[in-house]
């Protein structure tokens, strides 16, 4: 019963809402950029760094994997 | 009782909602990238550094979270 | 009584509205950025700079917490 309307505002809807992972990705190369820049002053923190890295980068990838998924509901459940 | 235009907005304001999830994943990066730079400069703040860079994390996470109920209210709810 | 058009404009405009919040999370990643810089360089200062760390995060998350009422105002209210 849906409209072409409908369909249309799907794809239109799925677009805008990828527009949101950028962030994701300017946030994970923060975090990078913040780790790198310590390990070369402070090579003895390589380890702690490294796993606050991994950690900020897991958290700014969620973002994205939010848009995603509000992408993907709209493409194919709804 | 809803026409197609509605169900057709709903879409397209979900996507839009999303969009704002951006700035999450920016101020995650920017509370990593602070945290690992000081962990370098200053090792023995360590303990400190990680409780509060987790402090931001938890907030600016809160943003994107923000924006994710309003697209899944308008979605699903709605 | 209200058209369609009136209830496909209140998902868009609550949609659009969400945009607004990624000030806050890219204002709270700010301050958390400059206070963990602080914190280690000058880790005599931690209580002061926490303080207003804080107060930073309070201020930027307010403005995320307008759009979010603005959003809800829209949906549920009017």
Chains 1, 2, 3 share one sequence.
Do not use: W
């Not at 809402?17 to 390990?39: D, F, P």
């Not at 923190?45 to 490294?50: D, I, P």
């Amino acid at each position: 019963m849906q409209g072409d309307i409908v369909q249309a505002a799907k794809f239109i809807g799925a677009g805008l809402s990828m527009i949101g992972a950028l962030g994701g990705g300017i946030g994970i190369g923060l975090s990078v950029h913040g780790a790198l820049g310590g390990m070369a002053r402070n090579p003895d923190t390589y380890g702690n760094l490294l796993t606050n890295m991994i950690l900020g980068i897991a958290f700014s990838e969620a973002i994205a994997i939010y848009c995603l998924v509000i992408a993907f509901l709209m493409l194919f459940v709804l």
